[in-house]
């Protein structure tokens, strides 16, 4: 007898020990992020806020990298694309867009930092700045205090394929490759640093300068999140076995240009974008949950209505609430209490 | 004690206290320094905690401003004061910035030392007092001893301290300055000056090496002259002890500021424009500075570096012409 | 539910700009809009964008058109919403916080030596040196430093030669002069002398409100009058708000706007004669005086209509054609020249406009004239001959592109054929803008205001 049954071959994202829950989550969160990005640049064109810097395109390799991690006992040093990232580790619409707004109650710096400047202590975001690269050495600090306490944590930071060629990138990566410090050294190489492209940049590959440091380099399809998510768990699993550091070579688009003073037409075409913009990383993880059976057309309105209501309710929140008052500016310069000196003041 | 043993002798006991402390920097560990400060520190507490790093100041701040922000206490070493430079973004960008950008969500409890000062026939790459580059930047303390007592006492206060703290120590005062240090904890509370003599002709305001001149100088001129010189050590730079400037100034009406640091831009200008701002009615005299010459840095021959630097003789004349004035 | 009209502005789209042009409209008056939905297209030197827009209701009025270029802030349309219960965002975010320039402080006058009662001692030239110390210590002990021992060098009081000079007792009593606190540093000055005179102010430059215009005007210089000047023969008066406008604009004009200048004989003698046909009855209809103004002013109109790049305005890059004709005229008061504006002027009669004539003035001398008075005009006239002027070089009332007077009329004889008459004839004078118009249109179009006025008849309509 000849029995045929359909045999289903066992699915990419449950091999990688992903559940379906988590699998739709992620979806979730990508396209959230997109939705978010694009609300920020129509507000900025609509004149109610200054600036925004967006990460379209580059959402699903954040997202799945976020997934890969511990938010529990793990360290983030994201860079200002990234919010697809701080979106799956916890931060929410609303905090994104009271830091949007500059207003009070924004997590990130109470207002006093440009958007896509992300810190939060409690969600183990560590405050960033704006000259890049800065955070590398950091990260590795923080992976030295992993190792010194004995914690089992890693820490993550993110930066642009231009960012990579500060001497921050060099020193950092070779000072955790000499301690084999728990580092993953992530570059979403979006092809552009404002409008310098990646020929302009550096003539080789980014993931190949690992080797010089004594840890590998990996390169990664930043439109294939299951891809991505696969090859930063197991750095991370390195990284937690005292393996040392890994360097993770993302490469993606940057779908809008550097930001909204910038008229990325007068260095790169149309078409150009256009090509990028059909290999959409999240359509294409929409196609694979669909087939997966986990994702329909209905399931897709009823998601882009919720974050749409969300969105609204965030823009319509942090629109209306308080700035910091003027004179707060002057505050936190040093730390305001008399701290162990004696009992004195640190400052007079 | 020898003023460099008073600075070992604080990491050490700090580090003992605390196990958060640690230190790190190029050539600290095994070989204990190029001074020998750190000498003695490895044995004891392991190449974790007192940690070679590779050659890259940047890399060596920033990973300490990382570990700093993740709540260790590290101490940061720059070999010579004139090679933090590569650390100066991270420096000013990131440690001085770190609370306040963050609305106090975090910060830095960051210490990097570094030597300054000539003397040693070091030429212009290590011999210079780079304070005024970093001096007026808002969220930095900045410290400078000119004793043993005061070195250990402020470099414990800023291992302690919850803001970044650079403590710069004269590399010439570490073998040629010595006095005594109390023995157990104590701390020189950050922000304060110290009156080193009193006096009522002139006051003569300084930090660092250059200290021990003006007292030098003050010893003679009661004797030979019969001037009573009011000397204070700022040892604090940033954030500057207002009221100890106001009250030295206004005690006689006649300053004189010393540093070895290059007049102008440096750490004198502002205590003078401070006086001047606030005490102009109390002045008998214009403000004067007896400081390095505006030249990039000292050269190596001898007759070069007497030029620059300063000594007793160059400190007892302005004093002397101040209070005769 | 209540609507209310919502003014969509213009947002800086990028640091630095301060103005956007409109390149095309995506959406009609009468369409609905959806929140955030683009309603223009906006180019500027760094980027362009689509403007999305702000509410949802519908488009009512379009206040820019393609190719205007609007600055960053002011309304580029109006968009008809239904009224909302609430939140206004709490604050717009800072475009650009106004920047206020402030006055240049008068520089004081520059120290004096010691003009001493007594001459200075050579062997002790610091003697008269009281440092701010000494001064202080002095006033507060009523010490008459005449009489201190200096000590200090070339003879100087030092601060412990008053110290000790109080400590011996010798606090001097009422010694007349009292000494000076604060003040002049360093110089003796006895009561007796009088003080210099302050130097004159230089006038504030006008407070810009962000963005900063490419011409801002030119800062006054300052002047200083040194030396004594006998009291009385000179007075001040204060500048006032308008009077520093004023200032501000015609600097403005002079500095930006190359003038050409050119002037035309008009034979007046016709419209003479049908003024005065109609004055009296005019007069008793409408209850007002029928001037030659409203003639001129259509007479300018038509010309205009015919050659409509005297309506216009130079742009940098393009020049802007208004199509309204808004005529600004001057009018004259105690204490200022304005030039009220009337407003789409080809669409008013003689008598219409004569109305407006006098409003407008009856207005301006009443001090009633509201800014909307004031705004958008696009060719101004002058009637200069009121006080008996035959020819004037009018300043263009920026950012118009010509001014033109009416003079005197003045009864002549003129060369009529091979004889000679006796006519009433008026310059007309025209100061142009040479960037945008040059001697052939202006000519033509001056040619144009001769015909219309030398066209008058007695049977020409008022109305």
């Known amino acids: ?348 | 004690m020898e003023y460099i043993d008073a600075i070992r002798l604080a990491m050490k006991e700090e580090m003992e206290r605390d196990p958060d402390v640690f230190v790190l920097g190029e050539d600290v560990g095994l070989k204990g320094g190029v001074f020998t400060t750190t000498k003695g520190l490895q044995p004891l507490f392991g190449e974790l905690r007192v940690l070679d790093t590779p050659l890259s100041e940047s890399a060596i701040a920033g990973v300490a401003i990382g570990a700093a922000m993740a709540g260790l206490k590290p101490i940061a070493e720059m070999q010579y004061s004139d090679f933090m430079f590569p650390a100066a973004n991270q420096i000013i960008s990131e440690a001085a910035k770190i609370r306040y950008r963050s609305n106090n969500d975090w910060n830095c409890p960051l210490v990097i030392r570094a030597p300054i000062g000539g003397g040693i026939f070091g030429g212009l790459y290590h011999s210079q007092c780079p304070e005024s580059v970093f001096f007026g930047t808002p969220g930095l303390k900045i410290v400078a001893p000119s004793t043993a007592r005061d070195a250990k006492g402020l470099l414990t206060a800023a291992i302690r301290d919850p803001d970044p703290v650079l403590f710069f120590e004269h590399k010439k005062a570490y073998r040629l300055i010595r006095d005594e240090v109390p023995e157990g904890d104590y701390i020189v509370p950050i922000g304060r000056s110290a009156v080193r003599r009193e006096g009522t002709d002139l006051t003569v305001i300084g930090y660092s090496l250059p200290l021990h001149f003006a007292l030098q100088a003050a010893e003679e001129l009661a004797r030979e002259e019969g001037v009573e010189a009011h000397v204070v050590d700022l040892r604090t730079l940033q954030p500057l002890d207002r009221e100890g400037v106001l009250e030295a100034a206004a005690r006689t009406g006649k300053v004189l500021i010393l540093h070895e640091d290059n007049k102008t831009g440096g750490v004198g200008a502002e205590v003078a424009a401070l006086i001047a701002e606030e005490l102009l009615y109390d002045l008998d005299a214009p403000i004067r500075r007896l400081c390095g010459p505006d030249v990039p840095a000292m050269a190596i021959n001898p007759p070069a570096e007497k030029r620059f630097l300063l000594n007793k003789d160059k400190v007892k004349a302005a004093m002397l012409e101040l209070a005769r004035y | ?463």
């Open chain 1, 1 to 348: 007898m000849i029995y045929a049954s359909t045999v289903r071959p066992p699915l990419r994202h449950a091999e990688l020990g992903l559940s379906d829950e988590r699998a739709v989550a992620m979806y979730e969160k990508m396209a959230a992020a997109r939705q978010y990005d694009e609300r920020a640049l129509l507000l900025q064109r609509a004149g109610k806020v200054n600036f925004h810097i967006s990460g379209i395109l580059q959402e699903p390799g954040q997202v799945a990298a976020a997934f890969a991690l511990d938010p529990s006992s793990d360290w983030f040093l994201p860079y200002y694309r990234d919010y697809g990232f701080v979106l799956s580790v916890g931060m929410t619409m609303k905090e994104l867009m009271l830091s949007l707004f500059a207003k009070a109650e924004d997590p990130n710096s109470g207002g006093r930092q440009m958007p896509g400047h992300f810190g939060c202590k409690r969600l183990r975001i560590v405050t960033g700045s704006s000259p890049v690269t800065t955070q590398v050495p950091h990260a590795v600090g923080f992976a030295l205090a992993a190792k010194m306490r004995g914690e089992r944590s890693v820490a993550y930071v993110s930066f642009g394929e231009g960012s990579s060629n500060q001497g921050d990138f060099h020193e950092g990566c070779n000072f955790a490759g000499v301690h084999k410090l728990p580092v993953l050294f992530v570059c979403e190489n979006n092809q552009y640093a404002i409008s310098v492209p990646l020929a302009r940049q550096t003539a080789g590959r980014i993931c190949d300068r690992a080797l010089g440091y004594g840890f590998p380099g990996v390169r990664v399809d930043g439109n294939d999140p299951l891809e991505v998510y696969r090859v930063v768990r197991e750095a991370r699993e390195r990284a937690i076995a005292g393996e040392g550091p890994t360097l993770i070579e993302i490469m993606t688009y940057r779908g809008a240009p550097h930001s909204t003073s910038d008229n990325d037409l007068a260095y790169r075409t149309k078409e150009e974008i256009e090509f990028h913009r059909a290999k959409d990383g999240i359509l294409a993880y929409r196609r694979y949950l669909t087939e997966a059976g986990l994702w329909s057309d209905e399931r897709e309105r009823e998601l882009q209505e919720r974050i749409r209501r969300e969105l609204d309710e965030a823009t319509a929140y942090a629109e209306a609430a308080p700035y910091p008052d003027a004179e707060d500016s002057l505050r936190h310069v040093y730390a305001e209490s008399a701290e162990a000196n004696g009992g004195d003041g640190p400052w007079r």
């Open chain 3, 1 to 463: 539910m209540a609507k209310r009209i919502a003014e969509i502005v213009m947002p800086q789209l990028a640091e630095s700009l301060v103005s956007a042009t409109i390149d095309r409209w995506l959406k009609e008056p009468g369409e609905t809009v959806d929140l955030y939905e683009p309603i223009c297209e906006v180019i500027t030197d760094k980027v362009n964008a689509e403007l999305p827009s702000t509410v949802h209701g519908v488009l009512v009025k379009i206040l820019a058109g393609p190719g205007e270029t609007v600055d960053v802030g002011a309304p580029i349309c109006l968009v008809e919403t239904e009224a909302s219960a609430g939140a206004e965002p709490a604050a717009g975010p800072a475009g650009g916080e106004e920047a206020v320039s402030v006055p240049a402080p008068a520089p004081q006058p520059p120290e004096r030596a010691a003009a001493a009662t007594d001459a200075p001692d050579p062997a002790a030239p610091m003697r008269g040196r009281y440092s701010p110390a000494v001064q202080r210590l002095a006033a507060e002990h009523r010490v008459d430093l005449r009489g201190v021992a200096g000590t200090g060098w070339g003879g100087r009081i030092t601060r412990q030669d008053v110290l000790a000079h109080i400590a011996a007792g010798a606090a001097a009593s009422a010694s007349a002069s009292p000494a000076p606190s604060g003040g002049a540093s360093g110089a003796a000055v006895p009561a007796a002398q009088a003080q210099p005179p302050a130097p004159e102010r230089p006038p504030a430059p006008t407070p810009q409100p962000a963005p900063v215009r490419p011409a801002e005007p030119a800062h006054l210089p300052a002047v200083e009058v040194e030396g004594q000047v006998a009291p009385g023969r000179e007075y001040f008066i204060d500048v006032t708000p308008i009077r520093k406008t004023i200032a501000s604009r015609m600097r403005q004009s002079v500095n930006e706007i190359p003038h050409a200048w050119t002037v035309i004989e008009v034979d007046l003698t016709n419209l003479t004669q049908l003024r005065n046909k109609w004055k009296e009855e005019f007069r008793k209809q409408e209850g007002i005086n029928l001037t030659y103004m409203p003639f001129v002013l259509k007479a300018v109109v038509s010309a205009i209509k015919d050659y409509p790049i005297m309506n216009s305005v130079w742009a940098g890059d393009r020049i802007i054609v208004k199509r309204d004709i808004n005529l600004s005229l001057a009018v004259g008061t105690d204490h200022s020249v304005l030039t009220p504006v009337i407003r789409n002027a080809d669409q008013k009669n003689i008598a219409g406009l004569a109305r407006e004539i006098h409003e407008l003035a009856r207005k301006t001398r009443e001090g009633k004239l509201k800014l909307s008075d004031m705004q958008d005009g696009t060719f101004t006239v002058n009637n200069t001959g009121t006080f008996g002027s035959i020819m004037s070089y009018p300043i263009i009332n920026y950012p118009q592109a010509a001014i033109m007077t009416f003079e005197a009329v003045v009864r002549r004889p003129v060369v009529i054929g091979d004889m000679i008459g006796i006519r009433s004839m008026v310059n007309l004078c025209l100061s142009f803008d040479h960037r945008i118009l040059d001697g052939v249109i202006c000519g033509q179009f001056h040619q144009r205001v001769k015909e219309c006025l030398e066209s008058y008849t007695l049977d020409t309509s008022l109305y």
